[in-house]
């Protein structure tokens, strides 16, 4: 049995568009009409089960209806941009649906539905339209029925002959009349002024049409009524037929030109994939099941290897390339046991308990030999878990993960199932779903790890061309294969060395931060009057708030906040607070790093592995966890005194601390190319000095430190797209003084002020900001209507291309070091990076060569317009090296 379904595409795509959040993919495309509008079509598909289908939108702003009234839609605003340029998308989504559209010049939507509609109607099919336009509902018949969207795109009335008489209590012809009488707003359709609904349909019950109501206006009751109606007989005719939708407009097509045959998901797929539409995408695989990874798996003929026919696979290791895969106990791959591995080539597929890998020779050879191309997923991780293990490995050219987080490094997600379901037309079972999470982690062991294996090293296959083909269409293989493949080889290398932890040096320090910590307890009791619990804020509120009669600045759920921020407000109010800030840094200081890094330091070796995170930070810097040595607090002394514990490994060797100045100031000046800044750094003058004197219009001797501190206050604030609230509550100062010391500031560096503007402009447009290195940062707010998450990617567009070439800088400096010191002969090794600084071990003697070579490397890893300057300390342990 015949079903048409006519969708009113401007109208769907108008509900979609300010329903949903304005959403970008990762291109810089505004997808969040096209997202809404596709939810509601597959919807209808799927509910409705058409067989045939047509999606009419509007071709211009004029159409006949102007001829006649030339206002008509005229007080409607414009089309947002942002809609606008998702048309051709929708459209292309209908297209590759093999959904027909179609729009005609001098027409509306309205006018082709009808058309169709009343074609429908004679040839009794049962008829749906799909609109958010009441007018519409004129259309109605016994084979025609509207679906009416409410709010929102997903939910949806149906309207048929006895909802609009329970509705209105007319028949849907007079819903024309309806409009007639009291116009509508949204198409400036005038009716008759101060005649509003409820008038118009008492009107209706008692006299049927706007003609009736015409000939008789001397019946009507009221004299205002009287007289509105019958100075505007013209107008309420006029309006009728402004209402009126055409079922006779001139369409080169019919009915079967119109037919729906259902979609193959896997033409769909790839363009779902490049919108990013995630939730779509699930269905469509799970409506095909042959695009699911689980069903291609099952048809996956994988080999268990065992020692006695590991000869007869020794052909797989000639292959030029093949993707690895290894199995370990834990995620954190430092303490984890290798199990299994499993190896895929384009056809064959390989399972190796690791017993069978650490005995079979020709492996071990083809996993350490450079020249043999291989492919993971964490490059970094799978060497070192490796290495562990008595495996030695060399040659990967491809590390799925990285190359994920390159593309997009504002996607939160890069575990393999989100890669596999955002790069491909398939899903894979995340490892916690597999495995399970913390205390419920579970080993798989047999048939079920050996699938569960296969499954990934397939999978890694699979992605690597896709990836490798999207980097190269972003302008970012440079960048992935010379600099982020590179650093991780780098990293490998400096997690495996790990850092010498002083033992002794830290229970000693532990024992000194307790003492302190227990002296600070005393005196806070002493000034509280009373002991309580420090750590609890409901208690540490009473005593402050209630006791004390400190000012409540913030409440929260549960009583008073004692949040940092608050307290340091507070602390010029009163000595007690001063000294609770010091007790939660002493505290924090034994938990974190006393503790943490006695519980993370090796007894093997003494040493600490962290572990630096590479795919994390969207800007391009590196993190570090398992511990997190990026985080020491080094602005008091006590956490300074943390830096005493790390220490050469080997004895009469040394810490050499090389640190980057200013760069951050030197890549905005480079960016900027404001003639101020550069020339302040030519000079080789304290930036922080030269900003108060030209901020403050004084001589250089007449810089005070206040000065100078907000002169450093704002010039790193600009780095970071600070606002005037921000430099206000760093500086202790109002608003308004902070918003007038940004001003000075821009007015002396006209250059930052203008690269501020036009990056602000260019990620605009793009939808993304790149570094000096072409790294790139969508940034999917930049356009948004939300002021505060509009002002927030902002700020971020100007901040991103200083900080990602910041980090890009000494990322290349990393690269270039290693042959650097080949090169010089140097024993020295690279232990550490923390934000602008590398921190290496090396013999006393060569400490002179040493410095000569990092500056070197450092400073010349980029050409800018203001020289790149190198500090370099030395010492017996990292505090001295400071």
């Known amino acids: 049995m015949d079903k048409l379904v006519l969708i009113d595409g401007n109208s769907i795509a108008f509900r979609a568009f300010y329903a949903l959040p304005l959403l970008t993919n990762q291109s810089g495309t505004f997808t969040n009409a096209a997202y809404g509008f596709t939810m509601m079509l597959m919807k209808v598909l799927e509910e409705e089960k058409p067989t045939h289908v047509l999606v ?56 082709i539905i009808g058309t169709m509609a009343c074609a429908g109607d004679e040839q009794k099919i049962a008829t749906t339209i799909v609109t958010g336009d009441k007018d519409l509902l004129q259309l109605v018949t016994e084979h025609v029925t509207v679906l009416m969207t409410k709010k929102g795109v997903s939910d949806a009335q149906r309207y048929d002959i006895a909802e609009i008489d329970q509705r209105y209590g007319l028949k849907p012809k007079q819903i024309i009349d309806l409009k007639g009488l009291m116009g509508d707003s949204s198409d400036n359709i005038p009716g008759i002024p101060g005649v509003g609904e409820k008038t118009a349909l008492k009107l209706l019950h008692q006299y049927g049409s706007v003609e009736e109501v015409l000939a008789n206006v001397a019946d009507l009751p009221g004299k205002k009524l009287k007289e509105r109606v019958g100075e505007n007989k013209a107008q309420a005719l006029m309006s009728k037929e402004l209402a009126t939708i055409m079922c006779e407009t001139p369409l080169d097509f ?75 106990s834990s995620p954190s791959y430092h303490r984890a046991e290798v199990s299994a591995l499993a190896l895929s080539s384009d056809h064959d597929h390989l399972f190796l308990p690791i017993e069978v890998a650490q005995g079979w020779e020709a492996f071990r050879e083809w996993l350490a030999d450079p020249s043999k191309k291989k492919c993971a997923y964490d490059v970094k991780g799978t060497q070192i878990a490796l290495k562990r293990n008595g495996l030695d490995s060399a040659g990967f050219t491809f590390d799925v993960m990285l190359a994920s987080y390159i593309i997009n490094p504002s996607e939160s997600a890069h575990e393999l199932s989100d890669i596999v379901e955002r790069k491909l037309d398939a899903s894979l079972p995340a490892d916690d779903e597999v495995y399970g999470k913390g205390a419920k982690r579970r080993s798989l062991q047999g048939e079920e790890l050996a699938a569960h294996l296969t499954r990934k090293t397939e999978t890694l296959t699979r992605l690597q061309p896709v990836l490798e ?108 607070v001063e000294e609770i800030l010091h007790y939660r840094q002493v505290s924090k200081l034994i938990s974190t790093y006393v503790e943490g890094l006695m519980k993370e330091r090796s007894e093997e070796d003494g040493k600490i592995h962290t572990r630096f995170q590479q795919a994390i930070a969207a800007t391009g810097r590196l993190s570090s966890t398992d511990p997190n040595l990026q985080n020491i607090p080094i602005r008091m002394e006590e956490g300074r005194r943390i830096r005493k514990v790390f220490i050469p490994s080997r004895e009469n060797w040394l810490l050499l601390a090389a640190d980057y100045s200013q760069i951050e100031l030197r890549v905005l000046a480079h960016l900027s190319a404001d003639e101020n800044l550069i020339e302040a750094f030519h000079s080789d003058m304290d930036i922080h000095t030269k900003t108060a004197m030209d901020v403050f219009k004084v001589k250089e001797e007449e810089v005070t430190s206040q000065m100078r501190r907000q002169a450093k206050a704002v010039n790193f604030g600009i780095v970071y797209g600070i606002s005037d609230y921000g430099l206000s509550q760093s500086l202790n100062i109002t608003r308004k003084e902070a918003a007038e010391f940004i001003e000075r500031y821009l007015e002396s560096y006209p250059g930052v002020h203008k690269y501020m503007e036009d990056i602000v402009k260019k990620a605009k447009k793009d939808g993304y900001v790149t570094t000096m290195l072409e790294r790139r940062r969508y940034l999917p707010d930049i356009n948004s209507p939300n002021f505060n998450r509009r002002s927030f990617a902002e700020r971020t567009a100007m901040n991103t291309p200083i900080q990602g070439s910041a980090a890009d800088i000494i990322k290349k400096a990393m690269v270039a070091m290693k042959s650097a010191l080949d090169e010089a002969d140097l024993s020295a090794t690279l232990l550490l990076q923390v934000h602008d600084e590398l921190i290496f071990e090396a013999p006393e003697e060569e400490l002179e060569t040493l410095s000569e070579v990092v500056c070197r490397v450092m400073e010349e890893a980029v050409e800018l317009s203001v020289p790149l300057r190198v500090d370099v300390d030395t010492g017996k342990t990292w505090y001295d090296a400071k």
């Open 254 to 328: 019919s009915l079967s030109d119109i037919i729906y045959r259902p979609f193959e998901p896997a033409k769909v797929a790839p363009l779902f994939k490049k919108l990013e539409f995630k939730s779509l995408l699930k269905r469509i695989s799970q409506e095909d099941e042959e695009s699911s990874v689980l069903s291609v798996v099952k048809e996956l003929t994988y080999h268990l290897l065992t020692e006695k026919d590991t000869s007869k696979w020794e052909k797989l290791l000639r292959e030029d390339q093949l993707s690895l895969y290894v199995e370990m």
């Open 56 to 111: 009419a939108f509007d071709a211009g702003r004029v159409t006949f209806r102007h001829t006649s009234y030339g206002d008509y839609k005229g007080k409607r605003d414009k089309t947002p941009g942002e809609l606008s340029e998702q048309f051709p998308l929708i459209k292309e989504i209908l297209d590759t649906l093999e959904i027909r559209h179609f729009e005609l010049d001098g027409y509306e939507a309205d006018d």
């Open 469 to 576: 083909e999207e980097l190269e269409e972003s302008g970012l293989s440079t960048l992935y294969f010379e600099l982020e493949l590179p650093v991780s080889h780098v990293l490998t290398e400096m997690e495996w060395q790990g850092v010498k932890v002083d033992k002794e040096g830290l229970q000693e320090l532990g024992k000194l931060l307790s003492a302190q910590l227990k002296e600070l307890t005393s005196k806070i009791y002493d000034l509280a009057g009373t002991e309580f619990n420090i750590n609890s804020p409901k208690q540490l509120g009473e005593i402050l708030f209630d006791k004390l009669g400190l000012p409540v600045l913030k409440k929260t759920k549960t009583g008073y906040s004692t949040s940092a921020d608050v307290l340091e407000k507070l602390a010029p109010q009163h000595e007690i």
